[in-house]
Structures are given as C-alpha cells and as structure tokens.
C-alpha cells in the first residue's frame, strides 16, 4: 500500500516530507488546518505512504453499508454523537486496550474557520499519557507530514494556541478557512 499511495501522491503532484518516530506507538495525531474534504483522501493516502495506521472517531450516521464498511477499513470508528458518552474516558480506553494507536483528529471541527478549537485531543493525551503529533497538509506548496512531536503542555489552551502557532504557517485548500 506504501508504494500505491506514493505513486498516487505523486500523481496528484503531493510530496510527503515526514520521519515517522521509531519510539513512539501510541499517540494522538492533530491534523491541520481542516478545509475540505479532500483533507481526508490526501491525508489518508500520506498515512498508508507513512506506514501508519491511524483511528478516527466518526460519527455513526456515515457508517451505513457501503460507506460504513469502507470507513472502518480505513480506521473509522463509530460514535453516537446524541448520547451522552465520555468521549475522553472511550479514548483513553482504546489506548489502553491497545499496543499500537495513533488516534487522529482536526481540532477544528468543521471545514469551516472555527477560532475556536475542540480541545478533546489535549484531555484525551494528557489522561492517556500519550505524546500530542502534530501533521500538516499546505495546498499552496502541495507538501505534507509530520511537523513535530509535542508533550501536552499545562493547559489545553496553552497547548492548542502553540498548535495553531504552528499550523497557521500552512495553508488549506480553502485558506480563508484555515487557521488565522
């Protein structure tokens, strides 16, 4: 699937520039900035091309046959948005109830610009003990990967507005819905 997914990359004139770091097994990937849906092809494809397999929290409306099937093959795991869940208990589970996770997130939320960030990816690291990686996709130069690892900070604020500092630097493919 590496080979596959870089000649497909290629093809669509994307260079994924990222070591994956060989000590770590679990953590929580940020992705950014969030602008299309488009996001989730590409980024899938660098993650095959990378060589990991990152979990997704979706939500269970979209995992109706055949999407459902697709979307759990791809990492999906589906969540009853209208309950009321412990959204950061359920993570921190999976990570124990796993050797290997990278659970993937857009603190954004939407593809729309949103200042203001879901902070879940940050409680869910702290509680887990899990590094925070951060990953970018910039439209305008058509490169990606992986930015850089990060120990969640004191604050979930401290640690998102770092975030944002870092990933404002890239820019979606709708950039006036990135990150300002």
């Known amino acids: ?20 770091p060989e000590n770590i097994n679990k953590c929580v990937l940020v992705m950014g900035p969030h602008t299309s849906n488009w996001d989730f092809v590409i980024g899938r494809l660098a993650f095959f091309y990378l060589g990991i397999k990152p979990k997704i929290i979706i939500k269970k409306e979209l995992f ?45 939320g939407t593809r729309k610009y949103n200042p203001n960030w879901k902070k879940g990816f940050y409680y869910i690291a702290k509680k887990a003990n899990v590094p925070i990686v951060i990953c970018y996709m910039d439209y305008s130069t058509k490169t990606g990967g992986i930015f850089k690892v990060l120990e969640p900070m004191n604050t979930a604020e401290e640690t998102t507005d770092y975030i944002k500092s870092v990933l404002r630097q890239f820019k979606g493919k709708f950039p006036e819905k990135g990150i300002n």
């Open 64 to 108: 109706r046959p055949p999407l459902g099937w697709i979307l759990k093959g791809l990492g999906g795991i589906p969540v009853d948005r209208k309950k009321k869940n412990n959204m950061t208990d359920y993570a921190v589970n999976l990570f124990g109830e796993n050797e290997k996770l990278f659970l993937l997130f857009t603190p954004e």
């Open 1 to 20: 699937m590496k080979l596959l997914s870089g000649i497909i990359l290629r093809l669509m004139g994307w260079k994924i520039n990222a070591e994956v």
